[in-house]
């Protein structure tokens, strides 16, 4: 054991894997609706293991966590920046208050308690749910012109402070928002997400799922005799009818297999593949192109569906209708519609805009051939899109730098703040022009989770050996501190929603949970809803909530420096 120990120290960096896999097992751990959670887990961990005397690099520290706000950044700055536009304006206004409530609230309770900067910004980072904050405030307190002791001992307490009231922001914020806020606002929870669920989810999945292509179903066939003689293009024009499109994309003659032009001409015997929606398999008349037969060679060609930038005059500005008729090549379909980055549901007369892209599916010449004569293929790749990734950090940390002084006190965005906000509009850059800076979900996962995991276990690990001291000393009037800042934004939320913004009882929910970032709590609401009709309530305050409480790591330090 003594050597395991002395390894340890030796070698720091086999201690921050070490509390990972620990940290990453403990937070599995569930109890009832509450689940422990990663970043707690690694924190708690940390701290164990500190207490080896064990001492990681500051600059590890800030690589994670500079990976961690990018990858953060860019992930929410699609929905950011859609939640500025009309339409969601009104959540965004609720969210910015909420969590103007929640910084104002530490601040009233951290002032009558006589918290330093350390104790203040770790009762907003847990009692607020947002482990971010960790990091940014001890990134701001290193800047304090304070002695080096009274620095560190702030430091250092801040993760301690996390860690004592994030149970209760997480957990009390679920119970209030799922439990205590539908009788606030006099609903059943249940039957008012129904009543949301008929009005918008449905309308939507419905809109998608009926402009989408679906998958395209290739069938064999005899073809009739009564077709004999007539070429492809007139037998297709006969058969799709609706508007449906159909295409007669192979025909097997004496063996062998051809892609056959417009103006081919069917012979006797011939064996046909026809390419249609699947959805469009009722509104076809089966029984009158001939005999169905499985005939593996006709139909196993090489098919894909690829995203296309679009950057052609061929297709901007015309409706999807014309682009049909008049750009696509016979056998590709339109799969989906994005714009913004989003996929949008579409009909005949919907105009396609520069930069928007299309999905098209298809055999994979015609659709590799047509990509490039409409734009620029925007293919799923694992390779993440280095370059941009780290000119993206790089542009932050510069324009983090600079800092305006405020009395005593310098006043920057930080290189982390900096890289938040790069992260952003890097997001924004890549979902117009989805051809650049790509990163695959599974990298930004691993930028976002684990780039804040390995940043916390650093912190929980340099924290130990003052983490015991500082228990003793604030332990359960600070925890109760933490009751209070978490109790007061939440049910602020709720009456805002309700008396301000007459939102739905599910969105006021949702939207609170979002401006307050706590995951467990959208989770709880969502269960007691027996619907996912609060999340529509989520996603834009999720975005503004992770933006403005990491940054209140920083402004918190200037009311009590």
Same mark, same amino acid.
């Given at each position: ?11 720091? %960096? ?175 929870? %249940? ?11 449905? #309308? ?14 290739? $069938? ?47 012979? #006797? ?60 090549? $016979? ?44 734009? $620029? ?149 969502? %269960? ?34």
């Amino acid at each position: 054991m003594t050597w395991f120990v002395h390894a340890l120290q030796s070698h720091p %960096e086999l201690a921050l894997f070490l509390t990972l896999a620990i940290g990453y097992a403990v937070g599995k751990i569930q109890i009832g609706s509450f689940k422990v959670g990663s970043v707690t887990g690694v924190l708690i961990t940390g701290v164990i293991i500190g207490q080896l005397n064990i001492t990681i690099d500051d600059t590890v520290k800030s690589v994670f966590f500079l990976l961690f706000l990018f990858a953060l950044g860019y992930n929410a700055g699609p929905q950011f920046f859609k939640g500025l536009k009309k339409e969601g304006i009104p959540q965004v206004i609720f969210s910015v208050i909420v969590c103007v409530i929640g910084l104002i609230s530490t601040i009233i309770v951290g002032k009558i308690l006589g918290y330093n900067a350390g104790q203040a910004s770790g009762l907003a980072a847990g009692a607020l749910t947002q482990s971010a904050v960790i990091g940014v405030a001890q990134d701001a307190i290193s800047n304090l012109s304070i002695a080096a002791s009274d620095k560190k001992s702030m430091m250092d307490f801040v993760p301690v402070g996390y860690a004592v009231t994030y149970i209760f922001g997480t957990i009390g914020c679920a119970f209030i928002l799922a439990t205590v806020g539908p009788k606030i606002l006099g609903v059943d929870l %249940e039957e008012e997400s129904k009543k949301l669920d008929n009005i918008s989810k449905d #309308k939507l999945e419905n809109s998608l799922e009926n402009s989408r292509a679906g998958d395209l179903d290739y $069938r064999a066939y005899i073809i009739s005799d009564k077709y004999v003689g007539q070429s492809v293009s007139t037998i297709e024009k006969k058969l799709a009818r609706d508007s449906i499109r159909l295409f007669l994309v192979r025909i097997k003659r004496e063996n062998k297999v051809f892609k056959p032009a417009g103006d081919e001409v069917i012979q #006797k015997n011939d064996h046909v593949a026809f390419a249609f929606k699947e959805r469009d398999v009722e509104k076809i008349n089966l029984l009158d192109i001939g005999q169905e037969i499985s005939d593996y060679h006709l139909i196993n060609f090489p098919t894909e569906s690829l995203a296309v930038y679009v950057k052609s005059d061929k297709v901007i500005g015309k409706s999807i209708k014309e682009i049909r008729h008049h750009t696509l090549t $016979r056998g590709v379909f339109i799969s989906k519609l994005q714009s913004t980055g989003e996929e949008v549901p579409y009909q005949n007369d919907t105009i396609v805009q520069n930069h928007d892209v299309l999905t098209l599916t298809g055999p994979v010449d015609e659709v590799e051939v047509l990509a490039y004569q409409l734009g $620029r293929p925007a293919r799923n790749s694992d390779e993440t899109d280095m370059i941009f990734v780290g000119l993206g950090i790089l542009l932050g940390g510069l324009i983090g730098i600079p800092a305006l002084m405020i009395g005593k006190v310098g006043i920057s965005l930080s290189t982390s703040g900096g890289a938040l906000i790069m992260g952003l509009i890097f997001g924004l850059l890549h979902s117009r022009r989805p051809t650049i800076g790509r990163i695959p979900s599974s990298t930004a996962w691993f930028l976002s989770n684990v780039g804040l995991a390995a940043f916390v276990a650093v912190v929980g690990i340099n924290a130990g050996p003052g983490f015991v001291s500082g228990l003793k000393t604030s332990g359960i009037s600070f925890f109760l501190a933490g009751v209070i800042v978490t109790i007061i934004p939440t049910l602020a939320g709720i009456l805002l929603g309700k008396y301000v913004f007459k939102f739905k009882a599910p969105i006021t929910l949702g939207a609170t949970a979002g401006a307050l970032t706590t995951t467990a709590a959208i989770g709880a609401i969502c %269960e007691k809803a027996k619907s996912n009709a609060p999340v529509l309530g989520y996603t834009v305050p999720y975005a503004v909530g992770n933006i403005l409480l990491t940054v209140w790591g920083s402004i918190v330090i200037i009311f009590f420096s």
